[in-house]
């Protein structure tokens, strides 16, 4: 294994990449570029996405560099949608973009290009662009005390809209969020429609953020929302982790249960309430779950129980205290024992197992880019470093990240920073994979600042359990 050393002086080289991968709006720095390799396409690697930059918005916070940081946070809430429409061609009130692009006309003026989905490879809306930028927002406060900044009029407006956005119900009655497919960091059709994992999880850590930064007092702007109140929130965020927990969590004591389930009850007293049929539980799962290990599966909805692993939804879950600290300690025992298959020689793997075959082919839509083991259908990113690392710090097993970051390290820095590996113990480089990919340098960097001042954890973590409140579903 290299030395530790070795490993400061790469990741010094990525601090380097980094700062050259800036963009810059009316000459102040506004956020990073998703790559500074274009792979030889026009695709929107030259754009700054939301959720690459939060990765990216930490290291820069951990280096006493939170310009940058605010900056960003004012662009993205210049960028939010002000009004409401009726029009079904405008995002909703509140939404965020995916990313956005700066473009300089013939006068030398700069004017900011945003894609809400609306330009984007399959026109996936970005549900995660609000709740990220919340988590980055908390950060942004806790690293520099600037109070003054969230108490402005327009920050605390931002945090009102975005809450009037995703807290009333639609057709559904579940505390979970309903999202189209791709609606996150998996942004591609891979079968993750309904109610995601990594979306609960996201939505949870906002609304846990926006109760510390929101004043509670809904602007002008919003009075048509007179239930919007911090007790609202709180509530939701109780039913929600109760919801999740009762729902979502798979050791081999509920896996028993769900096997043995009876199908089609009718009424409040339903144990099966999704009607899961025992018959869906996948062949891999049964040799795969240990008996002192579990994890909350990928999705749950009517008839419906993906029971893949994804590995961003379940390490925000932990962050956020949506599982309380004995399942946090199982979740991690799960890791460790799976490390081979979740993490092997680029941690970690995006979503175990792939789809193969039929699954391959009805869920992706035969996706050339998404074929088994390779990018989000089974691939490893290495951006997913620093949430392990904070994930591991949250659960008192250093050690695990150490090891973590030094694997990843003996390889990234000569393949020049990869986006993803392919490969069920990713020792490929992804096939269409862009070098100099920005939160693979941010995702070891942050990784790194967390194991230098293992304090910062406090700025993206809550080690509370939220105020749990029993719901009928
Ligand atoms: C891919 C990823 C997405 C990321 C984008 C820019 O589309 O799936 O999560 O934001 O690339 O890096």
């Known amino acids: 294994m290299a030395p530790r050393n070795d490993g400061r002086h790469d990741l010094d080289e990525a601090r380097r990449w980094l700062e050259q991968a800036i963009v810059r709006f009316q000459d102040r720095p506004v956020g990073t570029v998703a790559a500074s390799d274009d792979g030889g396409d026009e695709l929107n690697y030259d754009q700054v996405f939301v959720r690459d930059f939060v990765p990216a918005g930490l290291a820069f916070l951990s280096w006493g560099e939170a310009g940058i940081v605010r900056n960003f946070l004012e662009t993205a809430l210049d960028l939010q949608i002000a009004d409401a429409h009726l029009d079904c061609h405008v995002p909703g009130r509140g939404a965020m973009p ?11 003026r700069d004017h900011l290009d945003a894609d809400y989905g609306d ?44 809450l ?27 079968g993750v429609y309904g109610y995601p994992l990594e979306i609960q999880a996201l939505f949870h850590l906002a609304l846990r953020a926006a109760l510390e930064l929101w004043d509670g007092t809904p602007p002008d702007s919003e009075r048509g929302h007179a239930e ?37 009850e009718y009424g409040a007293g339903a144990a099966n309430q999704f009607n899961v049929n025992p018959d869906a ?11 002192d290990g579990g994890y909350l599966v990928g999705n ?43 993490a092997g020689d680029m941690p970690m793997k995006l979503v175990y197992p792939a789809l193969t075959g039929d699954d391959w082919e009805l ?10 083991w390779s990018y989000h259908n089974g691939g490893h990113w290495p951006v997913l470093l620093w949430l392990w690392t904070a994930a591991c710090l949250q659960t008192d097993r250093q050690a695990w990240a150490e090891r973590a ?39 070891p960097l942050v990784a790194q600042a967390l194991l230098d001042r293992p304090e910062r954890l406090d700025w993206i973590a809550f080690r509370d359990d939220p105020p749990l409140e029993a719901c009928p579903l």
């Open 228 to 264: 919007l109140t911090p007790e609202l929130i709180r509530r939701r965020v109780g039913k929600l982790a109760y919801y999740v927990r009762a729902n979502y969590w798979l050791d081999l004591t509920r896996l028993n249960d769900i096997y043995r389930a009876r199908d089609d």
């Open 300 to 342: 749950v909805g009517p008839g419906r129980m993906d029971f893949r692993f994804f590995t961003q939804g379940n390490l925000l879950a932990l962050l956020g205290s949506l599982i309380d600290d004995a399942t946090a300690d199982q979740l991690m025992a799960l890791i460790g024992q799976q490390w081979t298959s979740l």
């Open 164 to 190: 009037t956005l995703c807290l009333p119900t639609q057709f559904d009655l579940y505390p979970a969020l309903l999202v189209p497919e791709g609606a996150f960091m998996i942004d591609r059709r891979m």
């Open 281 to 291: 539980i996948p062949a891999w799962l049964y040799d795969w779950l240990p008996s």
């Open 119 to 162: 330009k984007a490879i399959g026109r996936v809306a970005p549900a995660d662009s609000v709740f990220w930028w919340l988590i980055l927002l908390r950060a942004y406060v806790r690293a520099t005390a600037d109070t003054g900044f969230v108490e402005r009029p327009d920050v605390q407006r931002g945090i009102a809209r975005i």
């Open 363 to 372: 869920l992706t839509g035969r996706d050339p880019k998404n074929t088994p």
């Open 405 to 443: 970051l030094d694997i990843a390290l003996r390889s990234l820095p000569d393949h020049d920073w990869p986006e993803y590996y392919d490969g069920k113990y990713g020792r490929l480089i992804g096939k269409q994979s862009r070098r100099r990919q920005t939160w693979s340098m941010a995702g």
């Open 98 to 108: 995916a990313s956005f692009k700066v473009h300089t006309d013939d006068q030398g």
